[in-house]
Structure formats: C-alpha cells, structure tokens
C-alpha cells in the first residue's frame, strides 16, 4: 500500500532562517508526490510535485523540494522563511496501482514563523 | 490551474436533514473527488465522481450516506445525508490538473447540532 509519513506535527522557526518540513514515502513503482499548504479557514493550494526529472524541484512561494530515492524522502524547504509562510503543509502520494488516481496525503505539519 | 467554488461556504444543520453542497468548475474535467477534513487534520477521500458513470466510494463512506451527482463536466454536487453531529466536517472537492496535482475549492465547513 503507498503511503506518506510526516514525522513532526508542528515544526518552528525564526524568520529569516531556513526551513524544513519533512515528509517519506512508501509506494510501489515510480512515486508521484505533491505537497500542498492550507492557510487558516482556506482550502489546499498546491505547491509542488515530483514525478521525474531533476531531484530538486521548485515550486510556488520560493518553496522547493528534494526527492530522494534512497532515503524515500521529499523534504519540503525554504532558505529564508517568513512569517507569512505559517500554515498547515501536508505532502501527499498519488496512486498510481489501483488506477483510481487517488491521493494519499499525510497528516500534515504546522508552521509557525516566528518574527 | 482550475478555479473551483463550493456552495455554501458553511452551515449549521438539525441532525437528522441533509445537506447539498454544489461545486463548480472553471473548465471541463473528467474527474472530481470529494475529501472530507476535521479542522487541522488531514483529508479522508470519500469517493470519486466521473462524468457518465456511479461514483466511486472509498472504504467507510456509502452512496446512502454520501449521494454524488456529475451531471456535467463542470459541475458536481455531494448530499450529506440523515446528518449527525460525527457528519460536522470541513467537505472539499477538487479536481485534477495536466501534470497530476490537484486544485481545491475553498471547502464547506458543516456543523451538524
């Protein structure tokens, strides 16, 4: 079964400093993962995905991610955070066996930029 | 990237009625998917909705409890029915884009008394 795993429930950091907010994987086949962030009392907003190419893929908002195959990680990162950057992000893994495209998403991590 | 709205943007609910929530697509899709959310907590997929053909129901959700309709390719509504208080939720429908990502509606958020 493809899941994904996001370790921390709520991560913290100053602003101005980078950011990470991790995520694994566990999918049979070539991985197709997104991550997404929800700002309060708003839906999911995409922002950005893995499915080939370059490990580090770059996505909306300065944010970027690195996929890494041997780890089955897909760390999501930002080299300087802002405040405005608080929010709930969840990563997420499409189905690609079943042939529903359904998505997988993880529990989600809150970010809190501190000024 | 698709525009998506819902109505109503939020409810409150006597349990024991249901609810319709519609959601509208910017361009045609062929398939929509129904999430229900607690408030801060991750997404549960209900079921998936094609055009032309029955919904499909994800384990723990039933077409009694949850009827979808996809009259078109813009257009999907989910009824929450025979609601109880467990039936408050945030409900979101979402479609998928060309490179596989999804685009969310802004969500329902129901509460059921």
């Known amino acids: 079964a493809q899941s994904v795993a996001q370790p921390e429930d709520q991560v913290n950091v100053a602003e101005g400093n980078p950011l990470t907010v991790k995520c694994t994987y566990s999918?049979?086949?070539?991985?197709?993962l997104f991550w997404y962030v929800q700002y309060p009392n708003r839906g999911l907003q995409f922002l950005l995905k893995y499915i080939t190419g370059d490990n580090l893929v770059k996505g909306s908002y300065g944010f970027e991610a690195e996929f890494n195959k041997s780890q089955t990680s897909f760390h999501l990162k930002k080299p300087s955070a802002l405040v405005s950057d608080s929010a709930l992000y969840f990563c997420a893994v499409r189905d690609t066996t079943s042939g529903t495209y359904k998505y997988i998403f993880g529990t989600g991590t809150r970010l809190k930029v501190l000024a | 990237s698709a525009v998506i709205s819902q109505k109503p943007s939020r409810d409150i609910c006597q349990r024991g009625t249901s609810l319709t929530i519609q959601c509208q697509v910017d361009s045609q899709v062929t398939m929509m998917f129904w999430y229900r959310q607690q408030p801060g907590q991750s997404l549960t997929l209900i079921a998936t909705?094609?055009?032309?053909?029955?919904?499909?129901?994800e384990s723990g959700f039933v077409i009694d409890k949850f009827p979808i309709s996809r009259p078109n390719l813009t257009f999907s509504t989910l009824t929450v029915s025979n609601m109880s208080p467990e039936d408050s939720s945030i409900y979101l429908c979402?479609?998928?884009?060309?490179?596989?990502?999804?685009?969310f509606g802004p969500g329902t958020r129901l509460t059921v008394t």
């Open positions: 909705a094609n055009q032309g053909s029955e919904a499909t129901y």
């Open positions: 999918v049979s086949g070539n991985p197709y």
């Open positions: 979402s479609v998928e884009g060309q490179g596989g990502e999804q685009y």
